[in-house]
């Protein structure tokens, strides 16, 4: 089967929320209780959001993004906020779509730059980040949209 990549949907909330906790326990970063709003937020579109990767219709993996307004860029840019894949799921491309889609997402809205944070737990990442393009810039890569 096909793994489909689109915008979140609020059905999709409650698989969301077990992703989350996924991506909590792996950074070993405990979330706070999920908030409603801010996913109503995000399945908005208007300051940031939320994608999510399918397969024969369960979800997969997510990725959500912000849109931040900086005067170094005359505008807008994109910071990856999270992006986690089901365990099951690793090997099938899930993370590469779900980024390629953000990456979209931010180039279609006229961001000037995406960001993404890598802490100490993620490091083992950034081999994956590179491969789409981010350069790593500090505690932080970056790419030019």
């Known amino acids: 089967m096909t793994v489909i990549v689109r915008l979140a949907k609020s059905e999709d909330q409650s698989r969301c929320l077990e992703l989350l906790d996924v991506l909590a326990k792996a ?35 997510m990725a959500s993004i912000s849109f931040n307004l900086a005067l170094r860029y005359n505008g807008e840019y994109c910071q990856l906020e999270e992006l986690v894949v089901d365990q099951d799921a690793r090997g099938k491309n899930v993370g590469g779509l779900l980024i390629e889609e953000t990456i979209k997402l931010a180039k279609k809205r006229g961001c000037k730059e995406y960001g ?5 737990s993620t490091k083992h990442n950034q081999g994956f980040y590179e491969k789409y393009g981010f350069v790593k810039v500090g505690e932080e890569m970056r790419q030019p949209l």
């Open 116 to 120: 993404l944070y890598i802490l100490e």
């Open 27 to 61: 950074t070993s970063d405990p979330h706070e209780i999920f908030d409603s709003e801010t996913f109503k937020n995000l399945i908005s579109n208007e300051r940031g959001s939320l994608v999510v990767a399918e397969e024969n219709k369960t979800v997969l993996g």
